[in-house]
């Protein structure tokens, strides 16, 4: 059984940074990709960054492009998300998520995700 805990969240003011993490347990962790989504109130979980197995090759959103970055550390079994020049939009509760699948190529797509955290709230002030 895949288990994906996410950590990190808080209240935070506009401007202001953030670092999420998310361990994962129940799969060889550097063979899987990892993704982060989020979802706010009223609205769909939307993708928000993914990164390869090995850590080579990040994807982000454009509304986060620059000023978010996904991070691994295969060694810890983690997964990173580190929030600078944080907005009220981004307000939301953020989930990491992975499709289990070994060496597969990481998606945008929520459909494609099979196993996900219980998520962490993060709220921006303005």
């Known amino acids: 059984q895949v288990q994906l805990v996410e950590s990190g969240g808080g209240l935070v003011q506009a401007g202001g940074s953030l670092k999420l993490s998310c361990t994962v347990s129940?799969?060889?962790?550097?063979?899987?990709?990892m993704g982060w989504f989020r979802q706010a109130p009223g609205k769909e979980r939307e993708f928000v960054a993914a990164?390869?197995?090995?850590?080579?090759?990040?994807y982000y959103t454009d509304s986060v492009e620059g000023r978010f970055a996904i991070s691994r550390d295969n060694a810890k079994n983690a997964v990173y998300l580190q929030m600078d020049s944080l907005k009220p939009e981004d307000t939301a509760v953020y989930y990491c998520?992975?499709?289990?699948?070994?060496?597969?190529?990481?998606?945008?797509?929520?459909?494609?995700?099979?196993?996900w955290g219980q998520g962490t709230q993060v709220t921006v002030s303005s």
């Open positions: 998520a992975t499709s289990g699948s070994y060496y597969s190529i990481p998606s945008r797509r929520r459909n494609d995700y099979n196993y």
């Open positions: 129940g799969r060889t962790f550097s063979s899987i990709p």
């Open positions: 990164i390869a197995c090995s850590g080579s090759r990040t």
